[in-house]
């Protein structure tokens, strides 16, 4: 199997934002309400939350799950029925 010039492009634009202190898919699966809340409250995040903020930042597939997250959490906080 070979790679397209947009996929190699690609993980080398991965390669080049990988940080040390990276945390995988899982652990950020387990902080990302957490991150959800915080972000749609305005709080400031601590240096561990800022690790799941430059996961999401990479990853798109964590990026959609947090998106999804949020926009669930804003349908809650704007229902009248609480």
């Known amino acids: ?6 996929q190699i ?3 080398l634009q991965l390669i080049g934002t990988t940080k ?3 945390m995988d ?6 902080r990302l309400a957490e991150f959800a809340e915080a972000e749609l409250e305005g709080r400031s995040l601590c240096e561990a939350m800022m690790a799941v903020r430059t996961h999401i930042e990479s990853c798109p597939c964590c990026a ?4 999804a997250l949020l926009d669930g959490l ?3 906080g704007n229902t009248d029925d609480c």
């Open 9 to 11: 492009a690609k993980l």
């Open 20 to 22: 040390e202190d990276s």
């Open 1 to 6: 199997m070979s790679l397209s010039k947009n």
């Open 74 to 76: 804003r349908a809650i």
């Open 25 to 30: 898919c899982e652990c950020c699966f387990d």
């Open 64 to 67: 959609d799950e947090f998106k």
